[in-house]
């Protein structure tokens, strides 16, 4: 099976992915700043914590591994949404470059639907409450994904919509044209089926589609 490293495990995506990549039967290593506080257990489970913006933490995180599937997160407090965030794009940048040095060549990155040129798919209505709420930290996204398309590694970028809490559907579509792009709620256990199904198949490599339920 194929081991796996996701960044940003400890909540989220990143730990709803944690959980269905060791019931799909490959070995994860979950890396996080607060990885020794995840609460799964399981003999294919290594928790290894530390920060996505040090280059040795990240470097020490890749050795043996086959794909990266990174899924970061900020909060959504006043100073985030109101000064943006740099985050997405230093982080992306520390993993790419350590990803060249030393493998592996097979990336996949969670960003949004409305990052990118999906911005422009977003109805009028959420266009709105996007530029008025989410704007700064998506300006980031955008740096992050031309980070990412501009590696040279295996790369894919998953872009989901709105994201919800609540047990795996399985009912998720990944949308890959741009014409069917439109924003959706997607439960995040869904979005991490649809990660851990990309992992496997490959079948998005080098494309950018939106993920909705």
Request: aromatic content about 4%.
């Amino acid at each position: 099976m194929t081991r796996i490293l996701i960044i940003g495990a400890s909540r989220g995506i990143g730990l709803e992915t944690v959980k269905v990549a060791l019931e799909t039967g490959h070995d994860v290593r979950a890396f996080s700043r607060s990885a020794d506080k995840i609460a799964v257990s399981h003999p294919k489970l290594e928790k290894l914590s530390g920060d996505a913006l040090e280059k040795d933490d990240v470097g020490h995180a890749l050795s043996g591994m086959d794909v990266v599937i990174q899924v970061l997160g900020t909060p959504s407090d006043p100073a985030t949404l109101l000064g943006g965030t740099t985050l997405f794009s230093q982080a992306t940048r520390i993993l790419v470059d350590a990803m060249q040095r030393v493998g592996p060549k097979r990336l996949i990155c969670v960003t949004g639907i409305g990052a990118g040129d999906s911005r422009d798919h977003l109805d009028a209505l959420y266009r709105i409450a996007f530029m008025l709420a989410l704007k700064r930290i998506y300006d980031d996204k955008d740096v992050q994904e031309q980070v990412v398309r501009n590696s040279g590694l295996d790369w894919t970028i998953m872009r989901p919509g709105l994201l919800r809490d609540g047990r795996a559907t399985g009912l998720y579509r990944v949308l890959e044209n741009p014409e069917d792009w439109k924003v959706g709620p997607v439960r995040r256990s869904d979005v991490a089926l649809a990660l851990v199904e990309e992992a496997a198949s490959g079948n998005f490599l080098g494309k950018a589609p939106v993920v909705i339920g």
